[in-house]
């Protein structure tokens, strides 16, 4: 593309930060550089034409973690490292409510659930065993017990006859939350081009070389926020995980309010405008599903639909309205990777599939490194 005078010297002239990614860990990053330095002059580059990856395609669990999600972190991280998992969550929840406000992201807590199948009472054991033990370890952070047992109260199939009961487990509008952080982004001046792909980028001297698909200019300063993409541009340990996603046209008089998790999580089911939203199933296929590719696949969207007949919605007629995947980007720990990996060049990545709760605080950290 031969650019003009004019679109050269607005938008790709004395770049001080370049951001690639314009998903919540990009805007918050930009918000948080713009406050830090007023003058700078910021640019964000977006491959998509909405925010790629997952920022608006996730299911809006605003969580921080069920508690067989906990007991099993507890079996390959430290007791340490999982509690300041969990603080890193509640955290960047927090600053994603105070950056937006509760209204503009539709902020609701009508508590999570985690349902048992009755084909794995080991699991509800297990869980119930150490529910009481975990309440105590985590009271200090919270100053109340988190977890208690609830009774069926939805009328749900083929799962015990008992919830563990989150109520500090809230719900928002994935959709509202990204329109508000477009236009308070938009509205401190800092530029965003959409459809735009860095292929590579070069360190030289005081400044870095970033070649697009669409053109070439420099930045003193570039910091990726793709996230499960970031292996494309960078050499760390991040990989894609693709979440496949459906939802109902909407449902007369549905009953089901809250957040829900089943099967360790590997499933999730939220209520939205009087539809069930449901997605999960990665852990049928591990292997297909760790690509970057937008897609849905039969073996997935069938089981999904399964869950709705047999589980969710086993007396309720449902008619499926929309399907997606999103791509996560998740590692062998559950911890971002934000650090500084050359002199000009810095990245917030891997947020393991929590980046409704973590990725405002993640942006917030990858700002503080500059």
Same mark, same amino acid.
Not at 27 to 42: D, G, V
Not at 80 to 102: E, P, S, Y
Not at 163 to 185: C, H, P, R, S, W
Not at 190 to 200: G, R
């Given at each position: 593309?031969?650019? $003009?005078?004019?679109?050269?010297?607005?938008?790709?002239?004395?770049?001080?930060?370049?951001?690639?990614?314009?998903?919540?860990?990009?805007?918050?990053?930009?918000?948080?550089?713009?406050?830090?330095?007023?003058?700078?002059?910021?640019?964000?580059?977006?491959?998509?034409?909405?925010?790629?990856?997952?920022?608006?395609?996730?299911?809006?669990?605003?969580?921080?973690?069920?508690?067989?999600?906990?007991?099993?972190?507890?079996?390959?991280?430290?007791?340490?490292?999982?509690? %300041?998992?969990?603080?890193?969550?509640?955290?960047?929840?927090?600053?994603?409510?105070?950056?937006?406000?509760? %209204?503009?992201?539709?902020?609701?807590?009508?508590?999570?659930?985690?349902?048992?199948?009755?084909?794995?009472?080991?699991?509800? %054991?297990?869980?119930?065993?150490?529910?009481?033990?975990?309440?105590?370890?985590?009271?200090?952070?919270?100053?109340?017990?988190?977890?208690?047992?609830?009774?069926n $109260?939805?009328?749900?199939?083929?799962i015990?006859s008992?919830?563990?009961?989150?109520?500090?487990?809230?719900?928002?509008?994935?959709?509202?939350?990204?329109?508000?952080?477009?236009?308070?982004?938009?509205?401190?001046?800092?530029?965003i081009?959409?459809?735009?792909? @860095?292929?590579?980028?070069?360190?030289?001297?005081?400044? @870095?070389?970033?070649?697009?698909?669409?053109?070439?200019?420099?930045?003193?300063?570039?910091?990726?926020?793709?996230?499960?993409?970031?292996?494309?541009?960078i050499?760390?340990?991040?990989?894609?995980?693709?979440?496949?996603v459906?939802?109902?046209?909407?449902?007369?008089?549905?009953?089901?309010?809250?957040?829900?998790?089943?099967?360790?999580?590997?499933?999730?089911?939220?209520?939205?405008?009087?539809? /069930?939203?449901?997605?999960?199933?990665r852990?049928?296929?591990?292997?297909?599903e760790?690509?970057?590719?937008?897609?849905?696949?039969?073996?997935?969207?069938?089981?999904?639909?399964?869950?709705?007949?047999?589980?969710?919605?086993?007396?309720?007629?449902?008619?499926?309205?929309?399907?997606?995947?999103?791509?996560?980007?998740?590692g062998? %720990?559950?911890?971002? @990777?934000?650090?500084?990996?050359?002199?000009?060049?810095?990245?917030?990545?891997?947020?393991?599939?929590?980046? /409704?709760?973590?990725?405002?605080?993640?942006?917030?950290?990858?700002?503080?490194?500059?």
């Amino acid at each position: 593309m031969n650019l $003009s005078y004019w679109e050269i010297k607005s938008w790709l002239s004395n770049i001080d930060y370049c951001i690639v990614g314009s998903g919540i860990v990009g805007l918050n990053c930009a918000l948080q550089l713009k406050a830090k330095f007023p003058k700078a002059k910021i640019l964000i580059l977006e491959k998509g034409t909405l925010p790629q990856g997952a920022s608006t395609k996730n299911a809006g669990f605003a969580c921080f973690g069920s508690l067989s999600e906990i007991l099993d972190d507890l079996k390959t991280h430290s007791k340490a490292d999982v509690l %300041q998992l969990i603080q890193k969550r509640v955290k960047g929840l927090n600053v994603l409510r105070q950056t937006l406000g509760d %209204q503009l992201i539709n902020f609701k807590q009508l508590g999570g659930y985690e349902l048992f199948l009755n084909s794995n009472k080991t699991l509800f %054991q297990d869980c119930i065993s150490k529910r009481e033990a975990i309440n105590t370890w985590l009271k200090p952070l919270f100053k109340t017990d988190v977890f208690s047992i609830t009774h069926n $109260s939805f009328n749900f199939k083929n799962i015990n006859s008992q919830y563990v009961f989150n109520k500090l487990e809230g719900q928002i509008d994935t959709g509202k939350m990204m329109e508000a952080l477009l236009e308070k982004v938009n509205s401190k001046g800092i530029k965003i081009l959409n459809n735009v792909q @860095v292929e590579q980028f070069l360190e030289v001297a005081n400044s @870095v070389k970033i070649k697009t698909n669409q053109f070439e200019f420099s930045a003193s300063k570039l910091l990726i926020a793709t996230n499960g993409f970031a292996s494309q541009l960078i050499k760390e340990h991040v990989k894609p995980a693709r979440a496949q996603v459906l939802i109902t046209k909407p449902i007369n008089n549905l009953k089901l309010k809250g957040t829900f998790h089943l099967d360790k999580g590997y499933y999730y089911f939220r209520n939205i405008d009087n539809r /069930v939203l449901l997605g999960g199933g990665r852990n049928l296929d591990f292997k297909t599903e760790e690509t970057t590719e937008f897609k849905q696949t039969t073996l997935i969207q069938i089981h999904l639909e399964t869950l709705l007949k047999t589980i969710i919605l086993p007396e309720t007629a449902f008619e499926i309205e929309n399907r997606w995947s999103g791509i996560m980007g998740v590692g062998n %720990q559950k911890k971002a @990777v934000v650090k500084q990996l050359s002199t000009n060049v810095f990245c917030g990545v891997r947020l393991g599939g929590m980046g /409704v709760a973590i990725g405002s605080l993640i942006g917030k950290e990858l700002a503080e490194l500059v």
